[in-house]
């Protein structure tokens, strides 16, 4: 589902990710440990199409990064669920109106909108947060409220760029089963982290990035 | 589809709502100078027909010269029903001419000098055609030039003072007018510009939603064009109070009131929506 075929990608500054090349099948749960400035969130924009290799190439589902059109990379994202330390709410939203924005880009009618809504937030344990705006919640809770956004598309993965990297411990215990238990139905997980002890007892796959070189 | 179109054209709403004192500064600005264009349109429209009226009064009085015979007389005439500008021209034979001499001065020129001395003329009324601004002296010129025409009287200074002020507002008008709907873009280019950097968090969500570049640009593209309906309405009430307002205190002075032409009005309306689209477009390239 996601190969990285001898890429290369390298900032001014040396930074970046250095010919690497693996692969990430449907139902994974991968783990991608490495000290801030590894290369982790470098990795995961290749995957979500944001930047571009300089050497090699990422498919992700169907979609190749050297072939790939503006038009494909907004159908890319559709499919693909992410979710940022910093979980990127529109505090002028309602929960619910948040979690809809991908479903009306999709252009789908507003009885499916709301149904599928209703469902995540229930999934998620957060049906009495609906009307509430996201100030209003606490910052785990808002975290989960911008993993709900990316559930409702249905991704074929999610794609965690240290989601508890500014949650306390029990919130982020809280994230981590959910990302568990959205992995259990069969959606392929990977989460980048510089927190071992977090996730180390998890079960989970590693995957190690240092000075943007990855080993498995 | 449907769900789509209906959703962007709520964010444009709600964009709009989001940024309501920019939003609410920007309408009432267009509002305020596009009643100007408006107005001036407007007057622009009474003017023209004031000066229609007093071009349908324009006459000019030609004399032939005094070896003009009827035949040669009549070929005059025909000459100057070639002419664009002349509406129709008419005979004055030199008994009609001998009866006009005895209605001005009260004398018969027979009982004074015993013969008709008077030449053959001619009276002119002149086209109205409103498109076209009149040089009344440039017309005495042409008709100078046909053989036969000895003299050209008309009311030359004040026709031509009236034309010169006609001509002189339309070119400030059409002047001032593209100067304030050019303010129009840049007023909307300049709000809607303010708006991507208000909402770059929204864009940013967007995009990572998997929002197609026209599906962030259109509520922008929706908002300015919003921002030049409500300013347009303002602008028309402006207009129309503006014009009812003259109107009353006309009425207490004179029986001539000035027309607000509803066409005019909605052809403004639509060329402001129209620019406030462009102005929108500008910033959604630059910006976005």
Same mark, same amino acid.
Request: aromatic content about 10%.
């Given at each position: 589902?996601?190969?990285?075929?001898?890429?290369?990608?390298?900032?001014?500054?040396?930074?970046?990710? %250095?010919?690497?090349?693996?692969?990430?099948?449907?139902?994974?749960?991968?783990?991608?440990?490495?000290?801030?400035?590894? &290369?982790?969130?470098?990795?995961? %924009?290749?995957?979500?199409?944001?930047?571009?290799?300089?050497? +090699?190439?990422?498919? =992700?589902?169907?979609?190749?990064?050297?072939?790939? @059109?503006?038009?494909?990379?907004? /159908?890319?994202?559709?499919?693909?669920?992410?979710?940022?330390? /910093?979980?990127?709410?529109?505090?002028?939203?309602?929960?619910?109106?948040?979690?809809?924005?991908?479903?009306?880009?999709?252009?789908?009618?507003?009885?499916?909108?709301?149904?599928?809504?209703?469902?995540?937030?229930?999934?998620?344990?957060?049906?009495?947060?609906?009307?509430?705006?996201?100030?209003?919640?606490? &910052?785990?809770?808002?975290?989960?409220?911008?993993?709900?956004?990316?559930?409702?598309?249905?991704?074929?993965?999610?794609?965690? $760029?240290?989601?508890?990297?500014?949650? $306390?411990?029990?919130?982020?215990?809280?994230?981590?089963?959910?990302?568990?238990?959205?992995?259990?139905?069969?959606?392929?997980?990977?989460?980048?982290?510089?927190?071992?002890?977090?996730?180390? $007892?998890?079960?989970?796959?590693?995957?190690?990035?240092?000075?943007?070189?990855?080993?498995? | 589809?449907? $769900?789509?179109?209906?959703?962007?054209?709520?964010?444009?709403? *709600?964009?709009?709502?989001?940024?309501?004192?920019?939003?609410?500064?920007?309408?009432?600005?267009?509002?305020?100078?596009?009643?100007?264009?408006?107005?001036?349109?407007?007057? +622009?429209?009474?003017?023209?027909?004031?000066?229609?009226?007093?071009?349908?009064?324009?006459?000019?009085?030609?004399?032939?010269?005094?070896?003009?015979?009827?035949?040669?007389?009549?070929?005059?005439?025909?000459?100057?029903?070639?002419?664009?500008?002349?509406?129709?021209?008419?005979?004055?034979?030199?008994?009609?001419?001998?009866?006009?001499?005895?209605?001005?001065?009260?004398? /018969?020129?027979?009982?004074?000098?015993?013969?008709? !001395?008077?030449?053959?003329?001619? #009276?002119?009324?002149?086209?109205?055609? @409103?498109?076209?601004?009149?040089?009344?002296?440039?017309?005495?010129?042409?008709?100078?030039?046909?053989?036969?025409?000895?003299? =050209?009287?008309?009311?030359?200074?004040?026709?031509?003072?009236?034309?010169?002020?006609?001509?002189?507002?339309?070119?400030?008008?059409?002047?001032?007018?593209?100067?304030?709907?050019?303010?129009?873009?840049?007023?909307?280019? /300049?709000?809607? *510009?303010?708006?991507?950097?208000?909402?770059?968090?929204?864009?940013?969500?967007?995009?990572?939603?998997?929002?197609?570049?026209?599906?962030?640009?259109? !509520?922008?593209?929706?908002?300015?064009?919003?921002?030049?309906?409500?300013?347009?309405?303002?602008?028309?009430?402006?207009?129309?109070?503006?014009?009812?307002?003259?109107?009353?205190?006309?009425?207490?002075?004179?029986?001539?009131?000035?027309?607000?032409?509803?066409?005019?009005?909605?052809?403004?309306?639509?060329?402001?929506?129209?620019?406030?689209?462009?102005?929108?477009?500008?910033? #959604?390239?630059?910006?976005?």
């Amino acid at each position: 589902m996601i190969h990285f075929k001898k890429v290369l990608f390298e900032f001014n500054n040396g930074s970046g990710i %250095k010919d690497t090349s693996f692969n990430i099948e449907s139902g994974e749960y991968v783990c991608i440990i490495g000290p801030t400035g590894a &290369g982790k969130t470098t990795l995961l %924009k290749l995957i979500y199409m944001d930047i571009f290799p300089q050497k +090699g190439e990422v498919i =992700v589902d169907k979609y190749n990064s050297k072939k790939i @059109k503006n038009k494909e990379i907004a /159908n890319l994202r559709r499919n693909v669920g992410m979710v940022f330390q /910093n979980p990127q709410l529109l505090n002028d939203r309602s929960v619910f109106e948040n979690i809809s924005i991908p479903l009306h880009i999709q252009g789908l009618g507003l009885k499916y909108i709301k149904n599928q809504v209703n469902e995540v937030l229930s999934k998620l344990g957060i049906e009495d947060k609906k009307n509430h705006f996201p100030n209003q919640c606490s &910052g785990g809770e808002q975290q989960i409220i911008s993993l709900a956004r990316e559930l409702v598309k249905n991704p074929i993965v999610i794609l965690a $760029d240290e989601p508890t990297g500014n949650l $306390d411990p029990a919130s982020s215990l809280k994230v981590l089963r959910m990302l568990e238990e959205i992995n259990n139905e069969g959606t392929a997980v990977l989460m980048a982290t510089h927190n071992f002890t977090l996730v180390e $007892d998890r079960g989970y796959q590693f995957m190690q990035i240092k000075e943007g070189e990855v080993t498995l | 589809m449907i $769900d789509r179109i209906l959703y962007l054209l709520s964010e444009g709403i *709600r964009g709009l709502l989001r940024t309501k004192i920019t939003a609410i500064a920007t309408i009432i600005t267009i509002g305020i100078t596009s009643s100007f264009v408006m107005i001036s349109a407007q007057f +622009g429209e009474n003017l023209s027909q004031f000066v229609d009226i007093v071009r349908n009064q324009y006459e000019l009085q030609i004399f032939f010269k005094e070896n003009v015979d009827e035949t040669k007389a009549l070929n005059i005439i025909s000459n100057l029903n070639e002419l664009e500008e002349i509406n129709s021209s008419r005979l004055i034979t030199k008994d009609e001419a001998a009866k006009i001499f005895e209605n001005e001065f009260g004398e /018969n020129i027979f009982d004074i000098l015993n013969y008709n !001395p008077l030449p053959y003329g001619s #009276v002119v009324e002149i086209s109205t055609d @409103k498109n076209n601004s009149l040089d009344v002296n440039l017309l005495s010129k042409k008709i100078l030039n046909i053989d036969g025409v000895d003299e =050209v009287r008309f009311q030359g200074k004040l026709i031509s003072v009236i034309e010169r002020y006609y001509r002189f507002f339309f070119i400030f008008l059409t002047i001032t007018s593209s100067l304030i709907l050019f303010a129009t873009i840049i007023l909307i280019s /300049n709000t809607i *510009r303010l708006t991507i950097y208000a909402r770059k968090d929204l864009i940013k969500v967007l995009k990572l939603a998997g929002a197609t570049n026209n599906f962030i640009k259109v !509520p922008f593209l929706l908002e300015g064009i919003f921002e030049g309906i409500l300013g347009s309405i303002i602008a028309s009430l402006i207009s129309f109070s503006t014009f009812e307002l003259v109107n009353y205190f006309l009425s207490n002075f004179s029986n001539y009131t000035l027309d607000w032409s509803f066409q005019l009005n909605l052809i403004l309306f639509f060329t402001i929506i129209f620019f406030s689209w462009i102005g929108s477009i500008r910033a #959604v390239k630059k910006f976005l």
